[in-house]
């Protein structure tokens, strides 16, 4: 069934002191992907910025420049997009290669685009290599094991076993900080996955996006609705392709989820970052409302 949502997503900034000048990479603009299309999409900003297309050829984010030069304490960033998903539940099959066909797989795969799987197999800045999460992923992932079976196993575990808590990490914290603590948000959570499933030998990014903010009538309220959120995108042999697992809600990626940009681990598809000329502290607040029609 085919869903249309809107999206109303508010970053603000306020600053101790004056800013003169800010520069900004702006990762807000949902992508075309499987089961989802962009119908459309703006942005304003308040006070007025020039806003420039990065004209990127990549398939799996949309950057937005904003150059800010004049003087303000405070900085307000409006994305409005509207956007329909059609994507089935996927459901795990007897058929499925095993996990350690589609390590196979992915590395003699001959793919070039920018979704091809050798582009998810190793280690990539925020996300490096660990004994102790390989050890623990590698529970549910033996070798022989259908895929989409063993990685939504994994996804149920790390739900189950650690504690949403957004006073646990920051933007910052690496995967092995946060599996220490058991606790943190949706991007711990989806780095820990993404970080074990690499350790398998399984293709695995990181998807960022949001979550249908009022539920299906019946079903209880998602975590992560209300702001960006994080999940975990596993190539799974070229007749599967990519499917989405979501550890945080222990669930797949369905018609509850709308994809905004795709990259190796938070870092490449940070919704805004960038640089300012100025002194002092900045706070940043972000509103997230996801409605479907």
Same mark, same amino acid.
Not at 228 to 239: A, E, K, R, S, T
């Given at each position: 069934m085919t869903t249309a949502y809107t999206i109303h997503h508010v970053t603000h900034f306020a600053y101790e002191r004056p800013v003169s000048f800010a520069r900004c990479n702006l990762r807000l603009k949902p992508i075309d992907w499987a089961g989802q299309r962009l119908l459309t999409h703006r942005i304003t900003v308040t006070p007025d910025g020039r806003l420039t297309d990065a004209n990127s050829r990549s398939t799996l984010l949309n950057i937005t420049r904003l150059l800010l030069s004049s003087a303000t304490r405070s900085l307000d960033i409006v994305s409005h997009s509207r956007v329909t998903v059609d994507r089935a539940v996927p459901m795990p099959s007897p058929a499925d290669p095993t996990v350690?066909?589609?390590?196979?797989l992915a590395r003699e795969s001959h793919d070039i685009a920018d979704s091809a799987p050798a582009n998810f197999l190793y280690p990539s800045p925020l996300i490096?290599?660990?004994?102790?999460?390989?050890?623990?992923c590698a529970e549910s992932l033996d070798p022989e094991r259908p895929v989409v079976e063993?990685?939504?196993?994994?996804?149920?575990r790390i739900m189950r076993d650690f504690r949403f808590d957004p006073d646990a990490t920051k933007t910052e914290t690496r995967p092995a900080e946060a599996f220490a603590k058991r606790a943190g948000v949706c991007q711990d959570f989806a780095q820990i996955m993404i970080c074990g499933l690499r350790a398998a030998g399984l293709p695995a990014a990181y998807a960022s996006g949001y979550i249908r903010t009022i539920p299906p009538k019946g079903q209880e309220r998602l975590q992560g609705a209300d702001?960006?959120? @994080? *999940?975990?995108?596993?190539?799974?042999?070229?007749?599967? @392709? *990519?499917v989405g697992f979501d550890p945080t809600n222990g669930i797949f990626m369905a018609g509850d989820h709308i994809i905004v940009a795709v990259g190796r681990d938070y870092r490449d598809i940070a919704p805004v970052d960038g640089i300012f000329t100025g002194y002092g502290a900045q706070n940043m607040r972000v509103a997230v409302d996801v409605l479907p029609d």
């Open positions: 350690s066909q589609v390590g196979s490096s290599p660990d004994a102790a999460i390989a050890g623990w063993a990685v939504l196993e994994l996804a149920l702001a960006m959120h @994080g *999940w975990v995108l596993v190539w799974c042999g070229p007749d599967r @392709g *990519w």
